[in-house]
Nanobody
Framework: QVQLVESGGGLVQAGGSLRLSCAAS????????MGWFRQAPGKEREFVAT????????YYADSVKGRFTISRDNAKNTVYLQMNSLKPEDTAVYYC?????????????????WGQGTQVTVSS
């Protein structure tokens, strides 16, 4: 089992920045690829970003490319999502997820563990 706890969400004005953190506990964090997903009201959960177990590979949704950065600190068992130039359409609950396949993936079904989510609200 892997337990994931997100933090860092909040209310920010358009153009602002937030950094989300996801702290993991349980099994060896460095064995898992990590991902960030989000779900806006009335919409399906969507992929945001992913990072491989080693941290050597990352991949982003087109909607956030160039604005968001995913990173991880395996010594601290934590994955981060730095979000810059935020837009009102980024408003959603953000979830981190851990996948036992070490490689990056955009498919939510390939992630084994999920956090409870953190709310991000971007005002215009």
């Amino acid at each position: 089992q892997v337990q994931l706890v997100e933090s860092g969400g909040g209310l920010v004005q358009a153009g602002g920045s937030l950094r989300l953190s996801c702290a993991a506990s349980g099994r060896t964090f460095s064995n898992y690829a990590m991902g960030w997903f989000r779900q806006a009201p009335g919409k399906e959960r969507e992929f945001v970003a992913t990072i491989s177990a080693s941290g050597g590979s990352t991949y982003y949704a087109d909607s956030v490319k160039g604005r968001f950065t995913i990173s991880r600190d395996n010594a601290k068992n934590t994955v981060y999502l730095q979000m810059n130039s935020l837009k009102p359409e980024d408003t959603a609950v953000y979830y981190c997820a851990a996948g036992s396949r070490r490689a990056i993936t955009t498919y939510s079904a390939l992630y084994d563990y999920w956090g409870q989510g953190t709310q991000v609200t971007v005002s215009s």
